[in-house]
């Protein structure tokens, strides 16, 4: 039993039940544990979703996920870390993205879960293109996202 | 040699996914990103446009950078439009 980090980027889908399973396995000294998870929406901007693909830059991507996860951990005390971030085709939904962290308080694994989520969303090469109703189209990355990690700054 | 990739909706719009090109460039040595880009931006309107300043985002050697990022052979650089995971 002993904390870990764990980040995987996957085609496959992931059991929540199992991560969090694994990350309340790894010590006995952490209170808390918050769990996110990113989910494929049915509508965006009035438009009709029915799926969505995600492409990503495979040699950038693990790496800057790490760094993320680095600078999360050198702000405040964690105990375990788990990033999981799919990749591919995915329907409406589907699983897109886990974050999970551990820490003996609350407040630090709060902070800390939506730190990484904030960064993930401006830093992290994934692209989002989504098949609607009127066709394909590439997602336009929103300011909101820029703004709100700069916050952390 | 400069390894070049694009991704997303750029990489469409230029109908490139990677291409590679000498570190001289009519005599004169691609020592920057900028210089990349506009080297770049000289094959046509469409690569004008999508890869001017503040519309692509560039990575060398896999780490985000800017457009005074100095280049070496050998080094592997990416542009992108802003990213959308999550």
Not at chain 1, 35 to 64: I, W
Not at chain 1, 89 to 118: C, P, W
Request: hydrophobic content about 40%.
């Amino acid at each position: 039993m002993s904390h870990f980090t764990q980040i995987s980027v996957q085609s496959e889908d992931f059991d929540f039940a199992h991560e969090y399973q694994k990350l309340r396995d790894s010590n006995n000294s952490d209170g808390a544990l918050v769990a996110f998870v990113g989910l494929v929406r049915d509508m965006n901007l009035q438009k009709s979703v029915s799926g969505l693909f995600l492409e990503h830059y495979p040699a950038m991507t693990e790496k800057v996920l790490y760094n993320i996860v680095q600078s999360a951990k050198a702000k405040w005390q964690l105990g375990s870390v788990s990033l999981i971030h799919r990749v591919g085709q995915l329907k409406v939904s589907d699983q897109i993205v886990f974050v999970g962290v551990t820490s003996q308080h609350r407040q630090s694994a709060y902070h800390a879960n939506e730190f990484i989520m904030d960064y993930l969303k401006t830093q992290a090469p994934f692209w989002k293109k989504e098949t609607t109703s009127d066709g394909d189209n590439w997602i336009e990355a929103k300011t909101s996202d820029l703004e709100k990690s700069k916050d952390w700054s | 040699m400069l390894k070049i990739l694009f991704f997303g909706q750029l990489k469409e719009v230029v109908k490139t996914e990677c291409l590679e090109i000498e570190l001289i460039q009519s005599g004169k040595q691609v020592n920057t990103v900028a210089m990349l880009r506009s080297v770049l931006q000289a094959k046509g309107d469409i690569w004008n446009e999508c890869l001017a300043y503040g519309k692509a985002l560039v990575a060398v050697n896999q780490e985000m950078t800017s457009d005074d990022s100095v280049l070496n052979d050998a080094d592997e650089i990416a542009f992108f439009p802003p990213v959308t995971g999550g």
